[in-house]
């Protein structure tokens, strides 16, 4: 190899390519000038980064899941075991970051959303049938132990807050969870099931459904 | 205008950088919803040969890259984050229409005799054999190839390893002498003679190209073998 390619070789491992060019005063001018990408193709980028960041860390269909977990209390550990906010899950599936924290909190329970919404989650997390439709059954089972209602905590000095009684709420689903009977989910929820698996085969998700 | 000033300023602040690299998910939304419009909308309107699909492909592996590498990124270096972040985008788009212009030297194609003439049926099957074998040939040329197209991190990934196995004393004076450091200079901070740094500058040279050449050896026996095992499976 010649010393020129050598030297020009040893440039761009030890300092940036471009780094004469690129410099801040250019990529200032530029932030300020340069019109926006559209924003259908920013969203675009955005959904491929969150899918190659997933893809990075499960890389197979995930089939087993702890016994404990509801389907929103698996979201959201699973969520935020890879370092991405709901803000992030809502821009892979088209929808709304509130839904996502609802749905993680409980607030809205997996079978009133509607089987696509539930099959884009499972698919971006490549969570398995076989495994959502345990940790639905449990949802279904502390549902019909704690019944509709929220837990609350209080915080030191008498004051309530949401982190609090999300908390203690989660730690109130995982206690009815353990302690749950092996019950059969209601018609309601059996049917849905049924559906959600339809949704994964005509999306052709085959993957999350093959034993 | 203001709110744009507002947003480089924040991104570049020395709290946005801490908070980002210990890993605030919110915090990386924030500098993605910051720079990627720009990065996107400068990618494009520089590099507007290159198909827009690819494009947002490259910037969803920038934003990859900016995720996985923020951790090293010194706030307090020569350049501003965005910056950093540009270079790193600029680099990636030079690198894929490098790669894209080498396969397109690598893939012309020459209209075969048969298609010219004879019957359809017969056409096919012998397009299907043509098709093989063609396909057959670019790989053993391509294998063939002295002056292949290599890519640049490819031998970026082998210089760093060379520069690995060599000494300190080695790695510093490449370094010092990249930045432009005369051999008078350096003799200061080392204590020693010019002329001597010089010998040693020389050496260390011969020795980087050395440990290049037998990193990239090795990388294209790797190579090698996986080609092996992949067409062990087909058969």
Redesign the interface.
């Known amino acids: 190899?010649t010393?020129e390619k050598?030297?020009e070789?040893?440039?761009?491992?030890?300092?940036?390519?471009?780094?004469d060019e690129?410099?801040?005063q250019?990529?200032?001018q530029?932030?300020?000038k340069?019109?926006?990408?559209a924003?259908d193709?920013?969203i675009?980028?955005?959904k491929?980064?969150i899918e190659?960041?997933i893809g990075?860390k499960i890389t197979d269909p995930i089939k087993t899941v702890k016994s404990e977990y509801t389907f929103g209390d698996y979201i959201e550990t699973i969520r935020a075991s890879l370092?991405?906010?709901a803000?992030?899950v809502a821009t892979a599936i088209d929808e709304q970051p509130k839904t996502i924290e609802d749905l993680e909190k409980g607030r809205i329970l997996p079978w009133a959303c509607s089987t696509k919404l539930i099959g884009a989650l499972m698919h971006l997390f490549k969570l398995h049938y076989d495994a959502a439709e345990k940790l639905i059954n449990t949802s279904a089972v502390v549902l019909q132990a704690k019944g509709p209602i929220y837990a609350s905590a209080r915080s030191n000095r008498g004051k309530m807050t949401e982190t609090r009684g999300n908390s203690t709420a989660r730690a109130l689903e995982r206690f009815l969870a353990a302690k749950k009977k092996s019950e059969k989910p209601s018609e309601d929820v059996s049917h849905w099931l049924g559906e959600l698996k339809g949704t994964l085969e005509s999306e052709g998700w085959s993957e999350l459904i093959q034993s | 205008m203001a709110i744009e000033r507002r947003i480089i300023l924040d991104i570049n602040s020395e709290d946005f950088v801490k908070r980002l690299k210990a890993g605030d998910p919110l915090a990386f939304d924030q500098l993605v919803d910051g720079v990627l419009p720009k990065l996107a909308g400068f990618l494009s309107s520089q590099f507007y040969e290159v198909d827009p699909l690819d494009l947002e492909e490259i910037a969803s592996d920038v934003l990859l890259k900016v995720h996985k590498s923020v951790i090293k990124f010194d706030p307090k270096g020569k350049a501003k984050l965005t910056t950093w972040i540009f270079r790193i985008g600029l680099n990636a788009t030079i690198d894929h229409v490098r790669r894209l212009a080498a396969q397109a030297k690598k893939a012309e194609f020459v209209r075969p005799q048969f298609l010219k003439d004879g019957d359809p049926d017969k056409q096919i099957d012998a397009f299907d054999e043509f098709a093989k074998n063609q396909w057959k040939e670019k790989e053993r040329q391509a294998a063939a190839d002295d002056d292949g197209f290599v890519s640049v991190d490819v031998e970026i990934d082998a210089v760093e390893r060379a520069l690995e196995s060599l000494s300190l004393e080695d790695q510093t004076i490449l370094r010092l002498r990249l930045i432009d450091m005369d051999y008078d200079q350096i003799a200061e901070i080392e204590g020693e003679k010019p002329a001597t740094l010089r010998v040693r500058h020389k050496r260390a040279l011969e020795k980087l190209d050395a440990a290049y050449s037998k990193e990239l050896t090795n990388d294209q026996r790797k190579d090698g073998r996986a080609v092996e095992a992949d067409s062990a499976l087909e058969i």
């Open positions: 190899m010393k050598m030297a070789l040893l440039k761009l491992t030890l300092l940036s390519r471009y780094d690129i410099n801040d250019l990529v200032d530029v932030l300020s340069t019109e926006d990408a924003a193709v920013v675009r980028i955005q491929r980064f190659k960041r990075q370092e991405l906010s803000q992030d």
